[in-house]
């Protein structure tokens, strides 16, 4: 199995938990970094987000994963934003082909945990599993425990 862990952070936290599975897994981090930053005012990130969201928006971002055919399992980690994912994650899945893949889900946030899934779904090809609240994922044991590891 080879993991491949891609996320976006806007605060950091949800790239926390990444490098963390990162290091349990020994799997490669992509970092979904838009080519328009977000706005560094909460307020205005969050107008920025909801206008996203409502118009189904698709941000642009930098760069691409090199060899994504080779990993089995796919991690995609992002905030919670406006009850679901950000937009920019369905950017990231548009670019490639899941077929095949493992995708496995977390998220990072103020009360909406496991938020995300079903709008993933519907956009990726891989066999996507439900997204896993950040907070049960501090522990080596509960990664490993996640994953079947
Ligand atoms: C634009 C925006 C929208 C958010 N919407 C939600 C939300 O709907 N539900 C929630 O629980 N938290 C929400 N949050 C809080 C973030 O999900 C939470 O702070 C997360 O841990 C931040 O992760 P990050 O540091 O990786 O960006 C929102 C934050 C931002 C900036």
Redesign the pocket.
Same mark, same amino acid.
């Given at each position: 199995m080879k993991y491949l862990i891609a996320y976006y !952070? &806007? !605060? *950091?936290? /949800?790239?926390m938990t990444a490098e963390r599975i990162a290091r349990v897994t020994g799997g490669n981090l992509f970092e979904i970094v838009p080519t328009e930053p977000y706005p560094r005012l909460?307020a205005r990130?969050?107008i920025a987000?909801k206008a996203e969201r409502d118009k189904n928006a698709r941000p642009a971002l930098i760069g691409t994963v090199e060899n994504f055919d080779d990993y089995s399992d796919v991690i995609i980690g992002y905030?919670? &934003? &406006?009850?679901t994912c950000p937009m920019i994650i369905l950017s990231f899945l548009e670019q490639y082909d899941f077929t095949g893949k493992r995708v496995h889900l977390f998220n /990072?946030?103020? *009360? !909406?945990h496991s938020v995300g899934t079903e709008l993933i779904r519907e956009h990726c090809k891989g066999e996507v599993i439900e997204s896993k609240d950040a907070n049960e994922l501090k522990q080596e044991s509960q990664i490993k425990a996640w994953l079947g590891l």
């Open positions: !952070s &806007w !605060s *950091g936290h /949800t790239k909460y990130c969050a987000a905030p919670a &934003w &406006w009850h /990072t946030h103020m *009360g !909406s």
